[in-house]
């Protein structure tokens, strides 16, 4: 095993790089000017690590990393492996230690072009690497696409070999041991022209699956050729089986996974008709590789590829990959890819898909979007990863790491409930309920549903997908006795939920009266709501705006927070049924930039950065320019009256700082459970108060 000296840096990130929000298409910022993730890993914290590679114009010359982000996409950690050579990777899997094990091919020497040989980096779970593996063929040139664990604690990693004493690319696969040593490998001269593995999936038996391409010939314009492979090998490499399908003209397994049968989906690409575009095709195949059924996709004038392929539940597939259209103009062929994302049947039959990305760029030339691996998310939706570009001239472009989360329908947007009551007719006590509720989709596949409940005691009333199907936007209701009622609309989407609840006041007048107080923190007022009669547990509701032209806002006692210092006209509307009541008076603020007497002080002055601020889910801590980072904290938050509503004892991960050398100690906690608000910490460490301060926690 090659020992190799790499310049590795590690960030501990701590800013929030975007408006936080379920659903999203983001660029994650990796300081380069191509950048991609060409794989995903999802963690039990609903975390992700990716692996990807990025490098500068000039020179041209590529660098793995691997990065640690939060759901939201906030960067956790980041290591960039710079090292004299030049290094690629493609896959990244839980490691067998509490590691994490990634897989590529790596060039010691980048100026002198030496050999580029299979590698993985393993790292711990904050990002530093644990070792390095470089291995393969010394003379010969290696790629690795894919690694999975073995049960003894080991490794198998597996790709292609060029110039092993075979003309073409050949099969290759390497055992690794638990420390990343190479153990034994194999290499496969069974089939001709080009060959390669791309994925492998450790067997029950402690063999191994394979799938990849083999027969690859791009030399024969325009009759290419190339079919799908599947294999098994048993654990010291020998083959058991192996089966070639050809469905088209030119043919690439690409990826795979079990099916509930025992079986195979496997995700390839396919030009068939000898059409020279390669379009997403899903192979079917039972447990010993045998063709069972095969679909291609998009088949109307676009070619696209499949970055990856599961079963679902009911017996369907999700798939994903890039498509675009292909425009001929002259004798070129001009294309514009984008995501996509398509959910089809337990046939292979589409029953939708969805494509993401925008094909013209901000500076009107092509974009393209493409996505190189996916994976189900804890919240029953996908997030899928790839590269994005953008040209901003004929000669001139950059690309950016890319990711797309999505709902379990694959859309970008959550629920959001909303109706209007229509009282009944003089002598009739029959209300309407309009539905006017948006993205709840409870007539398509996968889709939403409604549940109304009437506040009466009486059964709700559902609809949609798992119920009978939502024919009308107004439903009637007759109540038998006066009363106020609370009616509540639920639409509700994959795991996402909207409710919205509004009173019915039958034979009552509530006579609502709006009344509040406050109090002044540096800047941020909270809001006590002292209304009389307004029924907020039957349906009553309020409306508050703050006098600053920032957005209202319904919650019953908020906190805001002004940005100056002045008298601001705040309103507060009670609404209940048809009767509404509106309370104002002048806010005085005269304390932003002033820190409350509770919390003034601090023997730490500013040693503890704190952001981001304001904070969603993780409020992280850096300790500045010290030489003895400490070896733990005792993190507090207070509520303005100071009820401290969290503590935890926190250890730094950083290396002593001085005369810029090293990384600043940062911990991290969370506080994604704590209601909106404003918040006073406090950070201790061995009895010394090293700061205090204030943070506002919004969503």
């Given at each position: 095993m090659k020992r190799l000296f790499l310049k590795i840096y590690c960030f501990l990130y701590c800013t929030c790089l975007f408006a936080q929000s379920k659903y999203y298409e983001k660029i994650l910022p990796l300081w380069a000017d191509v950048q991609d993730i060409q794989s995903i890993l999802a963690l039990p914290d609903s975390s992700f690590l990716l692996v990807g590679n990025y490098t500068y114009v000039e020179p041209v010359k590529w660098f793995a990393h691997t990065t640690k982000i939060t759901k939201h996409t906030d960067i956790v950690w980041q290591t960039l492996f710079n090292n004299a050579g030049e290094s690629l990777l493609f896959d990244i899997i839980q490691g067998n230690f509490g590691h994490y094990a990634t897989t590529g091919t790596l060039a010691e020497d980048y100026i002198g072009n030496s050999i580029n040989a299979m590698c993985s980096y393993f790292i711990n779970n904050v990002g530093l690497l644990q070792n390095l593996s470089n291995y393969g063929v010394v003379t010969s040139d290696s790629r690795a696409y894919s690694i999975t664990r073995t049960s003894d604690g080991g490794y198998l990693s597996v790709g292609y070999l060029v110039n092993g004493g075979y003309s073409h690319y050949t099969l290759y696969a390497v055992k690794l041991g638990t420390d990343g040593s190479k153990q034994w490998e194999k290499i496969y001269p069974i089939?001709?022209?080009?060959?390669?593995?791309?994925?492998?999936?450790?067997?029950?038996?402690?063999?191994?699956?394979?799938?990849?391409?083999?027969?690859?010939?791009?030399?024969?314009?325009?009759?290419?050729?190339?079919?799908?492979?599947?294999?098994?090998?048993?654990?010291?490499?020998?083959?058991?089986?192996?089966?070639?399908?050809?469905?088209?003209?030119?043919?690439?397994?690409?990826?795979?996974?079990?099916?509930?049968?025992?079986?195979?989906?496997?995700?390839?690409?396919?030009?068939?008709?000898?059409?020279?575009?390669?379009?997403?095709?899903?192979?079917?195949?039972?447990?010993?590789?045998?063709?069972?059924?095969?679909?291609?996709?998009?088949?109307?004038?676009?070619?696209?590829?499949?970055?990856?392929?599961?079963?679902?539940?009911?017996?369907?597939?999700?798939?994903?990959?890039?498509?675009?259209?292909?425009?001929?103009?002259?004798?070129?062929?001009?294309?514009?890819?984008?995501?996509?994302?398509?959910?089809?049947?337990?046939?292979?039959?589409?029953?939708?898909?969805?494509?993401?990305?925008?094909?013209?760029?901000?500076?009107?030339?092509?974009?393209?979007?493409?996505?190189?691996?996916?994976?189900?998310?804890?919240?029953?939706?996908?997030?899928?990863?790839?590269?994005?570009?953008?040209?901003?001239?004929?000669?001139?472009?950059?690309?950016?790491?890319?990711?797309?989360?999505?709902?379990?329908?694959?859309?970008?947007?959550?629920?959001?409930?909303?109706?209007?009551?229509?009282?009944?007719?003089?002598?009739?006590?029959?209300?309407?309920?309009?539905?006017?509720?948006?993205?709840?989709?409870?007539?398509?596949?996968?889709?939403?549903?409604?549940?109304?409940?009437?506040?009466?005691?009486?059964?709700?009333?559902?609809?949609?997908?798992?119920?009978?199907?939502?024919?009308?936007?107004?439903?009637?209701?007759?109540?038998?006795?006066?009363?106020?009622?609370?009616?509540?609309?639920?639409?509700?989407?994959?795991?996402?939920?909207?409710?919205?609840?509004?009173?019915?006041?039958?034979?009552?007048?509530?006579?609502?009266?709006?009344?509040?107080?406050?109090?002044?923190?540096?800047?941020?007022?909270?809001?006590?709501?002292?209304?009389?009669?307004?029924?907020?547990?039957?349906?009553?509701?309020?409306?508050?705006?703050?006098?600053?032209?920032?957005?209202?806002?319904?919650?019953?006692?908020?906190?805001?927070?002004?940005?100056?210092?002045?008298?601001?006209?705040?309103?507060?509307?009670?609404?209940?049924?048809?009767?509404t009541s509106v309370y104002m008076q002048f806010v005085q603020v005269q304390t932003v930039g002033v820190s409350p007497p509770f919390f003034e002080g601090g023997q730490g002055g500013e040693q503890v950065v704190v952001y981001p601020n304001p904070a969603q889910n993780l409020l992280h801590f850096t300790l500045q320019n010290t030489l003895t980072p400490p070896a733990g904290w005792s993190v507090s938050l207070f509520t303005p009256a100071g009820q401290r509503v969290l503590h935890s004892v926190v250890s730094p991960v950083g290396t002593p700082t001085t005369a810029g050398v090293g990384t600043p100690a940062t911990a991290s906690v969370e506080i994604g459970h704590l209601p909106v608000g404003i918040y006073f910490y406090t950070v201790q460490s061995g009895g010394v108060v090293l700061a205090r301060g204030k943070v506002a926690v919004v969503r």
């Amino acid at each position: 095993m090659k020992r190799l000296f790499l310049k590795i840096y590690c960030f501990l990130y701590c800013t929030c790089l975007f408006a936080q929000s379920k659903y999203y298409e983001k660029i994650l910022p990796l300081w380069a000017d191509v950048q991609d993730i060409q794989s995903i890993l999802a963690l039990p914290d609903s975390s992700f690590l990716l692996v990807g590679n990025y490098t500068y114009v000039e020179p041209v010359k590529w660098f793995a990393h691997t990065t640690k982000i939060t759901k939201h996409t906030d960067i956790v950690w980041q290591t960039l492996f710079n090292n004299a050579g030049e290094s690629l990777l493609f896959d990244i899997i839980q490691g067998n230690f509490g590691h994490y094990a990634t897989t590529g091919t790596l060039a010691e020497d980048y100026i002198g072009n030496s050999i580029n040989a299979m590698c993985s980096y393993f790292i711990n779970n904050v990002g530093l690497l644990q070792n390095l593996s470089n291995y393969g063929v010394v003379t010969s040139d290696s790629r690795a696409y894919s690694i999975t664990r073995t049960s003894d604690g080991g490794y198998l990693s597996v790709g292609y070999l060029v110039n092993g004493g075979y003309s073409h690319y050949t099969l290759y696969a390497v055992k690794l041991g638990t420390d990343g040593s190479k153990q034994w490998e194999k290499i496969y001269p069974i089939f001709d022209s080009h060959c390669t593995f791309r994925e492998v999936i450790t067997a029950p038996d402690g063999g191994y699956y394979l799938t990849g391409s083999v027969n690859m010939n791009w030399n024969d314009f325009p009759l290419d050729q190339g079919n799908i492979l599947l294999m098994k090998i048993d654990a010291i490499g020998n083959v058991l089986w192996s089966k070639v399908h050809n469905v088209g003209s030119m043919d690439q397994g690409l990826n795979f996974s079990r099916t509930a049968d025992g079986g195979f989906i496997v995700g390839c690409v396919s030009a068939l008709s000898n059409s020279q575009i390669f379009r997403p095709y899903i192979l079917k195949a039972d447990s010993v590789g045998n063709f069972m059924w095969g679909r291609q996709y998009f088949t109307n004038g676009g070619r696209g590829d499949n970055s990856g392929v599961r079963q679902l539940n009911d017996g369907g597939y999700i798939i994903c990959g890039s498509y675009g259209a292909v425009n001929t103009t002259g004798t070129s062929i001009q294309t514009q890819i984008e995501m996509y994302l398509l959910r089809t049947d337990a046939t292979g039959t589409p029953l939708w898909y969805r494509i993401y990305g925008n094909p013209i760029n901000n500076f009107g030339g092509y974009a393209h979007d493409y996505a190189y691996d996916f994976t189900p998310t804890l919240d029953g939706g996908y997030m899928i990863v790839g590269r994005k570009d953008s040209m901003l001239s004929a000669s001139e472009g950059y690309a950016y790491a890319w990711l797309v989360k999505t709902n379990c329908m694959g859309l970008l947007t959550v629920p959001q409930a909303s109706f209007t009551l229509v009282p009944p007719a003089s002598g009739s006590n029959a209300y309407t309920l309009i539905n006017q509720s948006q993205y709840a989709y409870p007539d398509s596949i996968d889709g939403g549903h409604y549940i109304v409940n009437w506040g009466d005691g009486s059964a709700p009333f559902l609809c949609g997908q798992g119920f009978a199907p939502c024919t009308q936007d107004n439903l009637l209701h007759t109540y038998q006795a006066p009363g106020i009622y609370p009616v509540t609309l639920q639409a509700i989407v994959c795991n996402d939920t909207s409710t919205l609840t509004r009173a019915v006041c039958l034979g009552v007048e509530p006579n609502p009266q709006a009344q509040y107080t406050y109090n002044d923190f540096g800047g941020a007022v909270q809001f006590t709501n002292l209304s009389q009669n307004a029924y907020f547990a039957q349906g009553g509701y309020c409306v508050w705006d703050f006098g600053d032209g920032s957005p209202t806002t319904t919650q019953i006692n908020p906190t805001h927070t002004f940005t100056e210092n002045g008298n601001y006209p705040v309103t507060l509307t009670v609404v209940v049924c048809q009767d509404t009541s509106v309370y104002m008076q002048f806010v005085q603020v005269q304390t932003v930039g002033v820190s409350p007497p509770f919390f003034e002080g601090g023997q730490g002055g500013e040693q503890v950065v704190v952001y981001p601020n304001p904070a969603q889910n993780l409020l992280h801590f850096t300790l500045q320019n010290t030489l003895t980072p400490p070896a733990g904290w005792s993190v507090s938050l207070f509520t303005p009256a100071g009820q401290r509503v969290l503590h935890s004892v926190v250890s730094p991960v950083g290396t002593p700082t001085t005369a810029g050398v090293g990384t600043p100690a940062t911990a991290s906690v969370e506080i994604g459970h704590l209601p909106v608000g404003i918040y006073f910490y406090t950070v201790q460490s061995g009895g010394v108060v090293l700061a205090r301060g204030k943070v506002a926690v919004v969503r």
